[in-house]
């Protein structure tokens, strides 16, 4: 979160992500950047994410999730279920990343959960990844971790 603020947001890409959300575009909002189809496709691992049962014909669940994705502390939900989905995966493959913050970063910057990246035994950073690692022990510095 703290990257994505730092670099990836400002006034004019969060009015224009949140007007893209709703017109069914698969943009990154929230203090995350969580793509919509994204959100969408935790809430499917991740049941409690979702806000209201499935089926009802007059919900529009997109407008919803879209709604959802703009309040912090469900966005924070969103992103905290991302980077879950890919340690386990990593886990379970038999890589553990879990204390890797800059291929975490990368993974969280670059991976579709649609279509995630097939865990190997070389990952590598990228910049968003690098960074991520950069700012690690400030950010546990800032949370009192």
């Given amino acids: 979160i703290y990257q994505e603020q730092a670099i990836n947001v400002n006034f004019i890409d969060t009015l224009t992500d949140y007007i893209g959300g709703l017109l069914h575009l698969n943009t990154s909002i929230g203090i995350g950047q969580i793509r919509v189809k994204t959100a969408e496709y935790l809430e499917k691992y991740y049941p409690k ?8 014909w007059f919900i529009n ?10 309040d ?3 966005n924070i939900r ?6 879950h989905f890919t340690q386990q995966r990593w ?5 553990d990343i879990k204390n890797r913050p800059e291929i975490l970063g990368t993974l969280y910057n670059i991976e579709d959960v649609a279509n995630p990246i097939k865990p190997h035994t070389n990952p590598e950073a990228n910049e968003f990844g ?3 690692e950069k700012n690690y022990d400030k950010v546990k510095k800032l949370l009192g971790s």
């Fill in 61 to 70: 669940y997109n407008m919803v999730r879209v709604e959802r994705l703009k």
């Fill in 130 to 132: 690098r960074d991520v």
């Fill in 49 to 56: 994410l979702e806000s209201c049962r499935q089926g009802a």
């Fill in 72 to 74: 912090p502390l469900t």
């Fill in 91 to 95: 886990e379970k493959a038999g890589f």
């Fill in 78 to 83: 969103y992103v905290a279920a991302k980077i």
